[in-house]
């Protein structure tokens, strides 16, 4: 696994699609570097991109604040179908059936139902597709890919949310992670392969 930093307090890893970022990532992490990890924030299984994972139980007590007081920035990459308005501030309420593992954008407030928001700007404009840059306001679960295919824009290879199209796990990644920590502001970047040459 690639680790980006680590010190005494933290290790920032890209975590590959296809690893349990709660149970895979820590049980490697473990075995590469030593120690206890403990995980703060998540990303979907079949998403990959840059995490950080707490060393000690103070560390994670400390990222988990900034990620509750909004001081923790996540920042994703994403390749939608279509062509989206060149920015967007994405305010929904949304629904998860957990039988299936699937999340609905829903109209009004009710038992189990979360406010989402991200906003979002566009970079580059593709032939058929566009790859934009996301800031994640809130934390919900399929958030960004409900959030887009409700409004059309499926994420390629998005096949649980409409994408019809060939490619086999959603084009999403976690891109930029920026936080506070032990009275410095750390902020960490990557770019998947089908985002190279871009500006973030």
Request: hydrophobic share 40%; net charge positive; with cysteine.
């Given at each position: 696994m690639e680790i980006l930093y680590q010190d005494a307090r933290v290790a920032v890893c890209i975590k590959p699609t296809g690893l349990d970022s709660e149970k895979d990532v820590p049980q490697a992490l473990k075995a590469q570097l030593g120690g206890e990890f403990f995980t703060v924030?998540?990303?979907d299984r079949n998403v990959s991109g840059v995490m950080v994972y707490a060393r000690s139980s103070p560390s994670a007590a400390e990222l988990s604040?900034?990620?509750?007081?909004?001081?923790?920035?996540?920042?994703?990459l994403a390749l939608v179908h279509g062509k989206p308005e060149e920015t967007g501030d994405l305010q929904d309420l949304l629904w998860k059936d957990s039988a299936k593992n699937k999340v609905f954008v829903v109209k009004s407030q009710r038992k189990g139902v979360k406010s989402a928001r991200l906003t979002y700007r566009v970079l580059e404009y593709r032939e058929k597709d566009t790859l934009v840059l996301i800031r994640l306001y809130t934390g919900r679960s399929h958030q960004i890919r409900v959030q887009f295919a409700s409004r059309g824009f499926p994420l390629v290879g998005d096949h649980k949310y409409g994408a019809r199209d060939d490619v086999s796990a959603p084009m999403l990644f976690s891109?930029?992670?920026?936080?506070?920590?032990?009275?410095?502001?750390r902020?960490?970047?990557?770019l998947p392969e089908w985002a190279e040459g871009v500006t973030i």
């Amino acid at each position: 696994m690639e680790i980006l930093y680590q010190d005494a307090r933290v290790a920032v890893c890209i975590k590959p699609t296809g690893l349990d970022s709660e149970k895979d990532v820590p049980q490697a992490l473990k075995a590469q570097l030593g120690g206890e990890f403990f995980t703060v924030h998540r990303l979907d299984r079949n998403v990959s991109g840059v995490m950080v994972y707490a060393r000690s139980s103070p560390s994670a007590a400390e990222l988990s604040r900034s990620i509750q007081n909004g001081a923790f920035l996540k920042e994703y990459l994403a390749l939608v179908h279509g062509k989206p308005e060149e920015t967007g501030d994405l305010q929904d309420l949304l629904w998860k059936d957990s039988a299936k593992n699937k999340v609905f954008v829903v109209k009004s407030q009710r038992k189990g139902v979360k406010s989402a928001r991200l906003t979002y700007r566009v970079l580059e404009y593709r032939e058929k597709d566009t790859l934009v840059l996301i800031r994640l306001y809130t934390g919900r679960s399929h958030q960004i890919r409900v959030q887009f295919a409700s409004r059309g824009f499926p994420l390629v290879g998005d096949h649980k949310y409409g994408a019809r199209d060939d490619v086999s796990a959603p084009m999403l990644f976690s891109s930029r992670i920026t936080f506070p920590l032990g009275g410095q502001i750390r902020s960490f970047t990557a770019l998947p392969e089908w985002a190279e040459g871009v500006t973030i």
